[in-house]
């Protein structure tokens, strides 16, 4: 079995997973800021008394405090476990699960901007690289006709053309990645550099 976290934006999951593609329990809630409080507990529930033998976690973009939220609950259940934990894009998860040839996905960053990329190709696989824009400039940069995502309208309406829906990932979506898309190091994806500045 594999559990699948997922906080990395306003919407907090957790999947459990048979043979990594065949959903057995879910949970999702859409917590807003109250990851930390709720991740474990619903982790808890979820399980209710299995042990999976391998850990699946969001590693962003999105939320600084979900995907570190997410994260951390990976790293110390594997260690407690003595499981393997691997990570995946939030965007990547999005992309996948909509089930599109060629589609870009566009997440609300903060400071004005969103989290755009590409998706498309056989196999399926992102087709540029992650960035942080603004909604104009974004829309000079994607070309996709259909944009998914909680930053998808603004794409769309600065550029003027093109479809958008709204999504956001779930845990049990987990299970739709491909296995490059599921294997990445547990480090946060940040998409843009840190607000802090170093003293001079």
């Known amino acids: 079995m594999q559990l699948v976290i997922e906080s990395a934006t306003n919407a907090c999951s957790a999947a459990l997973l048979l043979e990594e593609d065949q959903l057995i329990d879910e949970r999702h809630e859409l917590v807003g800021r109250g990851h930390a409080e709720r991740l474990l507990p619903m982790i808890s529930e979820l399980l209710a008394g299995r042990r999976p033998n391998s ?5 962003g973009p999105g939320s600084f405090t979900g995907v570190r939220v997410g994260l951390a609950a990976a790293h110390g259940l594997a260690i407690g476990w003595r499981v393997p934990a691997a990570g995946y894009s939030s965007l990547a998860l999005i ?15 903060g400071h004005g ?5 590409s998706f498309g190709g056989v196999p399926f696989a992102p087709t540029d690289d992650l960035r942080s824009l603004t909604p104009a400039e974004a829309a000079l940069r994607i070309g996709a006709d259909l944009v998914i995502g909680s930053g998808a309208q603004a794409l ?5 053309s093109g479809r958008w829906a709204e999504a956001i990932p779930h845990a049990s979506e987990g299970r739709l990645l491909s296995p ?8 946060p994806i940040y ?9 001079a």
């Open 156 to 160: 769309v309406e600065a550029r003027g």
């Open 95 to 109: 992309a996948t699960a909509s089930g599109e040839a060629d589609v870009a996905v566009a997440l609300l960053g």
């Open 180 to 187: 490059p898309s599921r294997s990445l190091p547990l480090r």
């Open 113 to 117: 901007e969103i989290f755009v990329q």
């Open 55 to 59: 850990i699946l976690v969001d590693c």
């Open 191 to 199: 998409g843009r550099a840190p607000d802090a500045k170093p003293m």
